[in-house]
């Protein structure tokens, strides 16, 4: 069996009383990171925040992270019902099923099955809510916007298999996107992109790039997936989505959390060419921020904890690997 992947024990580092920058003179007090905490947590929620005191430079994230789950539950649900296109019930069934069938499970590999039909139910739906793709970055915007993009639709899943035994979830940071990365009850490892509904098999290799040590998260080289290995044994993973896209990456990084691909993303709600820019989440996340975005920005990058994958040598690499993955597909 394969060990599952390792994880940092601490991705953000944390200070009693302030939050300082390397290389700036500037540090955020408690007040500010309360306050840029709760206008993080109104842009998810959609519900004005009052400050109480009770977030701090220690707990913030933990807030931030337990706003995004109880957000998104049941928001796909909510969605399919407005598109139409899903049978929601019929799903929900399935589920329930897979659930009890998962809890009466011992043997790993029969579990592993197991957790894998569950894990391409929740696809199934997640992936019909989309709306361009790159619009509902939290749920209360996905509500305005009447979709979700990659980052929600792999909170998504996340808040889905939360109570699945024998199962963890890790947050896949590949350049420009978010996946899931599921470890089974069998050890497997899954790479799993619900917003394209792609599910393969993958093995893993820790990478570095020699002049970038201080990176947010590890680097992995994806080795081997089931569409180069010509099948996973036993089981039958393929895309769930006709138009979603069949491309796997060679490299992404992998965290625990996810909150650095929506706190990264919110940037789009003070960017007037931004699709999103008009929305009302928009508008009161600007409120929020008054003449603090500059501020803001500081959080974002200590909240990232170290350099991403883009500011590596793996971004040219990546885009060179997309660039052959293209060129193959033109040529079949």
């Not at 500010?32 to 947590?41: D, G, H, L």
């Not at 499970?105 to 957790?115: C, F, G, K, N, R």
């Not at 963890?168 to 978010?178: E, I, L, Q, T, V």
């Amino acid at each position: 069996m394969k060990e599952r992947i390792p994880l940092p024990t601490e991705s953000v580092p944390k200070n009693e009383h302030t939050m300082d920058f390397e290389g700036s003179d500037m540090e955020l007090s408690e007040k500010q990171i309360e306050e840029f905490s709760n206008a993080v947590i109104e842009a998810v929620s959609g519900i004005s925040q009052e400050s109480t005191g009770e977030i701090d430079s220690e707990n913030f994230q933990d807030r931030i992270t337990e706003s995004i789950l109880e957000n998104v539950r049941g928001l796909t649900e909510h969605l399919a019902l407005e598109f139409g296109s899903v049978d929601v019930e019929s799903i929900e069934e399935k589920v329930q099923l897979l659930h009890r069938k998962i809890e009466a499970e011992s043997d790993p590999d029969a579990l592993a099955h197991l957790q894998i039909q569950l894990i391409q139910q929740h696809v199934a739906l997640i992936c019909q809510v989309q709306n361009g793709g790159d619009k509902g970055i939290t749920p209360s915007i996905a509500k305005e916007v009447h979709g979700i993009d990659c980052t929600m639709s792999s909170w998504a899943l996340k808040e889905k298999l939360q109570s699945v035994r024998e199962l963890s979830f890790n947050f896949g940071y590949p350049s420009g996107h978010a996946v899931g990365v599921v470890n089974l009850a069998d050890d497997r490892t899954l790479y799993v992109d619900a917003q394209n509904g792609l599910l393969e098999e993958v093995q893993l290799e820790e990478v570095e790039d020699e002049n970038n040590l201080d990176t947010a998260y590890p680097i992995y080289q994806i080795m081997e997936s089931a569409q180069s290995s010509g099948g996973i044994p036993h089981e039958e993973i393929t895309g769930i989505r006709k138009e979603g896209s069949g491309y796997i990456p060679r490299y992404l990084g992998i965290r625990e959390d996810g909150i650095l691909h929506t706190i990264g993303n919110l940037h789009m709600l003070t960017n007037e060419e931004s699709p999103i820019y008009d929305t009302e989440t928009a508008r009161q996340f600007r409120e929020s921020l008054g003449q603090n975005s500059q501020n803001f920005d500081l959080f974002v990058d200590k909240v990232t904890g170290g350099k991403v994958i883009q500011e590596t040598k793996f971004e040219k690499l990546s885009q060179e690997h997309h660039k052959e993955w293209e060129h193959n597909k033109a040529e079949r």
